[in-house]
């Protein structure tokens, strides 16, 4: 271990300082009731400042990031953030806004909502979105609110099931229990998009709707989405769209043209706003014109004089979902993300993520099995090393040991074991922003993986080998999680 690989409390020496505090001009303290004071002193580290500043840059040369290596998580990556953006949100005039000032005084930010906001509409078809889901999770249940408010307003309280296919994202069944609904799952084909023949019998009056995303999860078109959407609407069902794969079709095709009634949409993936470590996000939620009424609230509307302002909105909004109006500078980043590519380049975002996928999945695809074959949009699933080196007496290598052996490149992990369709799925998402310069980086590591394996699995079951960490053990680190500094 490096000296500053140690944790701040191991480099403490008793009587250091790194700080001074000024005396105390104010005169005595207030006195504490002796229930709010501290039975024993603070536990704090004894350290220099510079011993600081090393201790949490070294710590933050230790991530991985959009900024510092390819991030082919499948379903959910993060594209390259362009430090434009970054320039524009942390600008004073923008940087400085608070969400209680009178609306006179933030006429600016408010175009910025409105603006985003019929950009949105015509980008997917949609007639209105709300940007208060501060995250994709929370665009999900917003959604499945305004669903369910939609079916309340009519006097139909029997609608209490939500359709998920079988290769759904996980936050989708999450997304409607805990909105209340009860999950039905269809089940896919075997060329993995749904089966229709099995949707039928689940639809009848008691049916919200049905949650999807196209392409779906395996990176698949539902080509039969038209039909899908004609059987929901034909019992009084709703289409929701979880936007999180909407990548291959900007510039291209729209969720509202396909039948979709509400959506959200990931800001910090499809339009290349930060999201590491958790956040901050923004899933704004879309709907179609007769669902208007149930947004949110509050919502930026603009008055004959032009001039927007803030408002609730109807009686039949299904209530406040955020504090206000969501995160402001992530909806910034991505508005002069979509400013930048303008009208004419925004299709190049779909046929470039579409064009990556399918040139990694083709160079790979004789060393790593293809479940499905034929054309995907902007990611696909392997399941597993086409000969993983397994035999008698030698374990083989699996999907863990890969991800775990791209750390040794300078790789992220693809997403590993999901869908849960297949037993060691491999989920690649290449994204439009990547050059081929690094793609073909990344497939040349990949066939070297592939072949370590065949020849000699113990170098990935060993993996990784030059990483700061190596192999916790993650069921017991997210069950039992030490947050605090224990002196052992």
Not at 95 to 114: D, N, R, T
Not at 167 to 183: F, K, Q
Not at 189 to 202: C, H, T
Request: aromatic content about 8%; charged content about 20%; proline content about 7%.
């Amino acid at each position: 271990m490096r000296y500053y690989d140690k944790l701040i409390f191991e480099l403490s020496v008793p009587g250091r300082s790194g700080y001074s505090l000024p005396k105390n001009r104010f005169g005595a303290a207030p006195s504490l009731p002796d229930g709010l004071k501290r039975g024993t002193g603070l536990t704090l580290p004894e350290v220099s400042e510079v011993d600081v500043v090393r201790h949490y840059t070294n710590l933050s040369q230790m991530n991985f990031g959009v900024d510092t290596g390819f991030y082919p998580l499948g379903s959910c990556t993060m594209k390259y953030n362009p430090k434009l953006n970054e320039e524009i949100a942390s600008h004073p005039s923008f940087a400085h806004l608070h969400p209680l000032q009178p609306a006179e005084s933030v006429q600016g930010a408010l175009e910025v909502y409105w603006n985003m906001e019929r950009t949105l509409s015509e980008i997917t078809g949609m007639s209105a979105f709300t940007f208060n889901p501060c995250a994709g999770a929370h665009g999900e249940l917003t959604g499945l609110m305004i669903m369910r408010r939609y079916h309340e307003l009519r006097g139909d309280s029997a609608r209490v099931k939500v359709i998920v296919p079988d290769s759904a994202h996980g936050t989708n069944p999450a997304s409607a229990a805990v909105c209340g609904l009860e999950v039905v799952q269809v089940r896919s084909l075997e060329n993995g998009r749904i089966d229709v023949e099995a949707l039928k019998p689940l639809l009848d009056e008691t049916v919200a709707g049905i949650m999807m995303t196209n392409p779906n999860t395996l990176g698949l078109f539902e080509t039969e989405i038209r039909e899908i959407a004609s059987l929901v609407h034909g019992v009084g069902g709703l289409l929701y769209y979880d936007g999180a794969n909407m990548n291959p079709l900007v510039g291209v095709v729209r969720p509202g043209d396909m039948g979709f009634d509400i959506m959200h949409l990931n800001l910090h993936k499809t339009f290349s706003t930060p999201h590491g470590g958790g956040g901050p996000g923004s899933g704004p939620v879309g709907v179609a014109k007769h669902l208007e009424r149930c947004l949110p609230s509050p919502r930026v509307v603009r008055g004959k004089d032009g001039r927007f302002a803030v408002e609730s909105s109807s009686e039949d909004a299904a209530g406040q979902v955020s504090g206000f109006m969501g995160n402001f500078g992530v909806i910034l980043r991505a508005y002069a993300y979509l400013l930048m590519l303008g009208k004419e380049n925004l299709p190049l975002v779909g046929k470039y993520s579409t064009l990556s996928a399918n040139y990694v999945k083709e160079m790979l695809k004789d060393v790593y099995k293809l479940p499905i074959e034929g054309i995907c949009k902007h990611e696909f699933v392997f399941d597993g090393f086409v000969n993983d080196g397994s035999r008698d007496g030698v374990e083989g290598a699996t999907t863990l040991d890969l991800a775990k052996r791209l750390l040794d490149f300078g790789f992220h992990a693809p997403t590993i074991y999901f869908p849960l369709l297949f037993h060691q799925a491999i989920m690649i998402e290449p994204t439009e922003t990547e050059s081929k310069e690094t793609l073909d980086a990344f497939i040349a590591v990949m066939r070297k993986i592939a072949a370590e394996a065949a020849e000699d699995p113990s170098i990935l079951h060993e993996a990784p080998h030059s990483t700061p960490v190596r192999r916790p053990d993650e069921t017991t680190a997210a069950r039992n999680p030490v947050l605090k500094w224990k002196n052992l």
